[in-house]
């Protein structure tokens, strides 16, 4: 009865408020998933991981003049998690944005509130779309547009409660503080960013910051397009430790025919000696907030809450894309994984491949259907850094639908 009276305001709004244009979208996306070796490598005697996850998203866009209002409310469960005759459930409903966009003139606008962040190829700063809860961040942002240039001035401080004293911050694998610029530009074959990122991190000792900077480069020739990642970090990690490090990518990608794409790249991120810092210095990079499972494999055995002041990665792939019909396509991709520095001194620094296989059908604008298949051929590198066995089958799959109506829509 609540969310009909909800409903029933908006539309009432619009009704009288001739130069308003209101959105109501919904998702609904289950994924059953198969995990026999996912993000780390299967242990002797144990058994595969067998669950069904779903992601449900009510979406409300509502525009007036110089504002744009956005409120994202999903609930994030695994079927089961509760019972069937259930007092509450185990997750609950979540708010996953919930911002207001100002227009102070044709140029310049405020966005206030919690929202997601994506740049570029979402290497640094993305929305991690793949995890059912996905990525969003409360902030301030200053927003600059004029024709293909644009820029981003971004500014958040995060605390866990309304406190009397002081500005601990209590919440987990949360920023304390940060704040960040990002430029573009668009050109006819071109296009360029460039970001910088001051982050500071809680730590019993004081806030501590580490700067971020870099380019994402884009460029197209004839039927070639190529893309690069530029990366430094320095200052202080959260151990209070001297920060010194890069992340250096290239892709070029033949459009072969309208039908089929197919691409190498590579991406060298640094790391340290060993796995772990020395004499003060930490020289592995952190790819902070991006997705990292667009990146190095999609069964996430790097960077995805794992493998943080490692010995880095050297992955090197290639992938092919095929357009089946106007409705399915397939995409494959082979990686070849390496540790930038030494492990130890008894292996070396070859840690497998990994295959990754995935089918998408479209059965209507607002239905779709995704199926995937990953292989991890590990060596013995791995099994030092996993500390599992190399000898098992590691192997996941998985099928995921995604359906996304439209509820209702207004005409501005």
Known sequence: MKINKFLSILLVLVATTS???????????????????????IADNENAALFVSQRTRLNTTYSIDRLNFFLSIQDVRVW???????????????LHQAWAEIFLDTNYSLKLGRQEVIYDDSRIFGNVGWAQQARSHDMAMLKYRKG???????????????????????TPRTYKAMQY??????????????LFLNNGMQTPVGLKYSQTVGTHLKAKVNQFNFISNLYYQFGKDAGNRDLSAYLLSLEAYYKVSDKTKVGLGAELISGNKNGSPANNENKAFTPFYGTNHKFNGLMDYFYVGNHGNNVGLLDIYAKANF??????????????FSAAEDINSTVSKQLGAELDIVYGYKFTKEIGIKVGYSHLFPSEGMEVLKGNSDDNTNNWAWVMVTIKPTLFSTKK
């Open 19 to 41: 130069y308003a244009q209101l959105s109501i979208d919904a998702e609904i996306r289950p994924r059953a998933e198969y995990r026999h070796g996912f993000k780390t490598l």
């Open 80 to 94: 089961g998690d509760v019972p069937q005759l259930n007092i509450a459930d185990a997750n609950g409903l979540g």
């Open 148 to 170: 293909s240039f644009k820029t981003d001035i971004g500014l958040a401080f995060n605390q866990s409660k309304e406190n009397i004293t002081g500005t601990f911050l209590e």
């Open 181 to 194: 610029a990002w430029i573009h530009k668009d050109w006819k074959d071109f296009s360029g960013s460039f």
């Open 323 to 336: 357009k089946l019909n106007p409705k399915s396509s397939l995409g494959a991709s082979l990686h070849s």
